[in-house]
């Protein structure tokens, strides 16, 4: 299957622009994970940062989940009147600075999204620490934190795999387990699988050690979306390759070891200079990939991407394949 970038109407051939100037999202438009609902139509949580002060950080100072709602996937339509459906969380807790990297499932009914939290802390080569949490919601609008607004998966220990960062992750549930991906940072990009009976209390699987077979680059990678067909795996991560995150494809028999797929070629390569995803050293020309959709015989993935110019603004692009 080759990929193939869909043309939106947002700014660069992006499907979701960031706000108007002053807005909590005019920063970045990015993290997306998205479903479809039984009405059809599709349903797009995502993260959004407001632009910093110069000198600041953008990802450690703020980040709130936003939703859209769409009848195509392509062109999208912010809900809430515009507002965050799921903000920082209150002084002192985990997530009390930003909350980023949402992954949302539809469980019997009841709306699932994992999360990862700052608070403020920053760990090696100012690195923002994270922490996995666990909202809640019967119409993915209202959220109720899980857990008494702890952590459902804490850092690792030092000298983990996971000891500043675990998140960015992404669930599957298989009727009887959830099981999770995330990225792992220790000073290096990695990931860690995990598995649990409830979304709540988990175990990491391999003994904690990142799964194998994803061709690292010195910096590592990250960013998985892994979808299960029946009897084998698929991840989409992204890794750095001339100097620029891109996206890249793995399969395996049981989620821990993996093996390249796509030839290990991208799933697209860089874009022209005026593309909201035209990227450019040391930035994003496509992570964060969303849950694969696969409906009448085409895939669609939904991903980040960067701008070449300096005021680092990300968007939301929409990769598809035909399956037939």
Avoid: C
Wanted: no cysteine; hydrophobic share 40%.
């Amino acid at each position: 299957m080759s990929w193939q970038r869909v043309a939106g109407s947002a700014t660069g051939g992006a499907v979701l622009d960031t706000g108007a100037p002053g807005t909590w999202d005019d920063q970045v438009v990015g993290m997306p994970t998205v479903l479809r609902d039984a009405q059809g139509t599709y349903r797009m949580w995502f993260v959004g940062i407001h632009t910093v002060a110069p000198g600041g950080n953008v990802y450690v100072e703020n980040g709130s989940v936003g939703l859209a709602t769409s009848s195509d996937g392509v062109n999208w339509t912010r809900a809430n009147s515009g507002l965050p459906v799921f903000v920082r969380g209150d002084s002192g807790a985990f997530d009390s600075t930003a909350v980023f990297h949402p992954f949302v499932a539809l469980v019997n009914g009841m709306y699932y999204m994992w999360y990862g939290g700052a608070d403020g802390t920053q760990g090696w080569n100012s690195v923002r620490v994270e922490r996995i949490g666990l909202a809640t919601s019967t119409d993915g609008v209202n959220w109720t934190r899980a857990n008494r607004g702890q952590p459902v998966l804490d850092i690792g220990a030092d000298g983990s795999s996971d000891s500043i960062q675990a998140t960015g992750m992404h669930v599957l549930h298989d009727g009887r387990r959830f099981l999770m991906w995330y990225g792992a940072y220790d000073g290096l990009h990695s990931i860690v699988a995990a598995e649990s009976p409830d979304g709540i209390h988990w175990s990491r699987l391999n003994g904690g050690r990142p799964v194998t077979g994803l061709e690292p680059t010195p910096v590592g990678v990250l960013g998985p979306a892994v979808y299960f067909d029946g009897s084998r795996f698929l991840m989409l991560y992204s890794r750095l390759v001339d100097q620029q995150w891109q996206l890249f494809g793995a399969a395996s028999d049981d989620g821990i070891a993996w093996r390249t797929v796509y030839s290990g070629d991208a799933l697209i390569g860089p874009n022209s200079g005026t593309a909201f995803d035209a990227a450019g050293p040391g930035r994003n020309l496509a992570v964060h990939p969303s849950q694969l959709l696969i409906e009448n015989g085409k895939a669609s993935l939904w991903y980040t991407g960067e701008e070449t110019a300096e005021t680092g603004r990300q968007r939301i692009g929409l990769l598809q394949g035909d399956l037939r």
